[in-house]
C-alpha cells in the first residue's frame, strides 16, 4: 500500500523491504519479526492478529505520498538525507561504484557522471545522478527540511 514511499526510503538509504502485493498479513508480520522491521501499513487489520505485538506496527493512513511521509516523520526519527542513493529501488541492495562494462550500457550522455555512477550487484541496474535520481532527491531535500529533527 505504501511501496511508493518506501522507494523513497530506499532512496534515502534506509534499509527497507516492500511487500510482494498479497501477502498475507502472517507472512508480513513474520517477515518482519524475523529480519527485525518496523511494519508500515495502512492496513489496521493486521493489529488484530496476536503476532503483530512482536514487531513494532505504525498504522499510515493512505494520504498520499507527501502526507504519509510527514506522517511517518511524527513516528521515526528519519534522516531523509541518510545516504542518499545508496541502495537499489527495485531490490534494496547497497549499490557498488559502477565498473566500465556497466557504464557502456547507459547513454552516452549520462556516463559524464563518472565516478557517481553506481550499479546493483543483485540485477545489474545502473544509476546515475540524472533528471529522475534530482526529482526524488529535492523531494527527500523537502522533507528532511521538514523535519522536527533539522535542528539536531
Ligand atoms: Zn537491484
Redesign the pocket.
Known amino acids: 500500500m505504501h511501496a511508493r514511499l518506501g522507494r523513497y526510503l530506499r532512496a534515502a538509504g534506509y534499509d527497507t523491504a516492500i511487500a510482494a502485493g498479497g501477502l498475507e498479513d502472517r507472512a508480513l508480520i513474520s517477515q518482519a519479526v524475523t529480519e527485525g522491521r518496523v511494519l508500515l501499513t495502512g492496513d489496521r487489520h493486521i493489529l488484530s492478529h496476536r503476532a503483530s505485538r512482536e514487531t513494532e506496527v505504525i498504522i499510515l493512513p493512505p494520504n498520499g505520498l507527501d502526507g504519509s511521509a510527514e506522517a511517518l516523520m511524527t513516528f521515526l526519527p528519519l534522516n531523509w538525507l541518510m545516504a542518499p542513493f545508496s541502495r537499489?529501488l527495485?531490490?534494496n541492495?547497497p549499490l557498488r561504484p559502477a565498473g566500465d562494462e556497466d557504464i557502456r550500457r547507459i547513454p552516452v550522455d549520462a556516463r559524464a557522471f563518472g565516478d557517481r555512477i553506481n550499479v546493483?550487484p543483485?540485477?545489474r541496474?545502473v544509476y546515475w545522478p540524472g533528471s529522475h535520481f534530482k526529482r526524488m532527491r529535492r523531494k527527500l531535500e523537502t522533507w528532511q527540511a521538514a523535519s522536527p529533527e533539522v535542528d539536531g
Open positions: 537499489c527495485i531490490d541492495t546493483c543483485e540485477c541496474r
